[in-house]
């Protein structure tokens, strides 16, 4: 079943704005990924953030965590168009070791 | 350095046929996932290998499905007697491990399957 609920499904932004994806989840977890998706294939691993950071950073992405509310932020800065993609948060919890819970994901459209 | 590798690419078969899915980790990752993603849906978590433990298959949707992981490195997933809902992407990821620092996924670019 799936854990993450990422918000909103669709997001369509002008190159050179900022992009604010959430993801909310319902259970306890160990940490909190993000991966990106081009066109329905393999998904490529943007950051992981631990259930006791509340912040990282990557380059242009920054993703927060706040485990009080179950929630986590993806932010996009300076967004290129090279950016659109699907990207979905990913949770792992302590008593499933291993698997990953996906939500449905976040399609991102950067136009030139 | 080669990343994770999937066969075939694309898989077209007919109701009731069984197939094969081949899954390469990336080398020295002692962990493989097996994941598939249905139209417009997230990942669904299928089964998990790491090293000569028990594999988790709590994700196989049914008995028509089962995976192999030999010799610790390739995995092959088998569908037997497939049906039309069978059709998805199946992505195949693997990890250093399972513990800190060792846990992140790189996934293969996935094998898409459609069942007439």
């Known amino acids: 079943s799936q854990q993450g609920e990422e918000d909103p499904q669709a997001l369509s932004i002008q190159e050179g704005e900022n992009a604010t994806m959430n993801c909310s989840y319902k259970t306890s977890i160990n940490n909190l990924q993000w991966y990106r998706q081009n066109s329905g294939r393999g998904l490529v691993h943007l950051i992981l953030?631990?259930?006791?950071?509340r912040e990282k950073h990557s380059g242009r992405l920054r993703v927060t965590l706040d485990t009080s509310k179950k929630s986590s932020s993806l932010l996009i800065t300076a967004s290129r168009a090279a950016d659109t993609a699907s990207y979905f948060c990913?949770?792992?919890?302590?008593?499933?070791?291993?698997?990953?819970?996906f939500g449905r994901g976040t399609q991102l459209t950067v136009w030139p | 350095g080669a990343g994770v590798s999937q066969s075939p690419s694309n898989k077209v078969t007919e109701k009731g046929k069984d197939v094969e899915l081949r899954c390469d980790p990336i080398s020295g990752h002692t962990a493989l996932y097996w994941y598939r993603q249905s139209l417009g849906q997230g990942l669904e978590f299928l089964i998990y290998f790491q090293g000569n433990s028990a594999p988790d298959k709590s994700g196989l949707p049914s008995d028509r499905f089962s995976a192999e992981r030999t010799g610790g490195s390739v995995s092959t997933l088998t569908i037997q007697r497939t049906q039309q809902e069978d059709s998805a992407v199946y992505l195949c990821a693997s990890s250093l491990g399972m513990m800190m620092a060792r846990e992140t996924q790189y996934f293969g670019p996935g094998t898409r399957l459609l069942v007439l």
């Open positions: 953030i631990r259930s006791n950071e």
């Open positions: 990913a949770t792992a919890e302590g008593s499933t070791l291993g698997r990953l819970y």
